[in-house]
Nanobody
């Protein structure tokens, strides 16, 4: 069992930066592939980034590649999403999620989800 709590969302101007954090509880955090997803109003939840249990493998959606960086600290049981050069189209609720599968982008493959944190980018 893993509980996830996101933080760090907020309102930022286009071109700005935010750093999201996802704090986990549960003894087996380091075994999980962790992912970030987002959902904008009226749209389906979409994959943003994922990181393997060791941190060695990273995977990004094309829409965020080069702007967002996913990382994790297994000792702190936390995964991060550094978001730079933010655009209005990045506005969404951002969720972190955990899966025991190898690095993967499909939301249905993730077993545990946080409650989400709102990111709003103004133009």
């Amino acid at each position: 069992q893993v509980q996830l709590v996101e933080s760090g969302g907020g309102l930022v101007q286009a071109g700005g930066s935010l750093r999201l954090s996802c704090a986990a509880s549960g003894r087996t955090f380091s075994s999980y592939t962790m992912g970030w997803f987002r959902q904008a109003p009226g749209k389906e939840r979409e994959f943003v980034a994922a990181i393997s249990w060791s941190g060695a493998d990273l995977y990004y959606a094309d829409s965020v590649k080069g702007r967002f960086t996913i990382s994790r600290d297994n000792a702190k049981m936390t995964v991060y999403l550094q978001m730079n050069s933010l655009k209005p189209e990045d506005t969404a609720i951002y969720y972190c999620a955990a899966t025991l599968k190898v690095i993967i982008a499909a939301p249905k493959e993730y077993k545990y989800w946080g409650q989400g944190t709102q990111v709003t980018v103004s133009s």
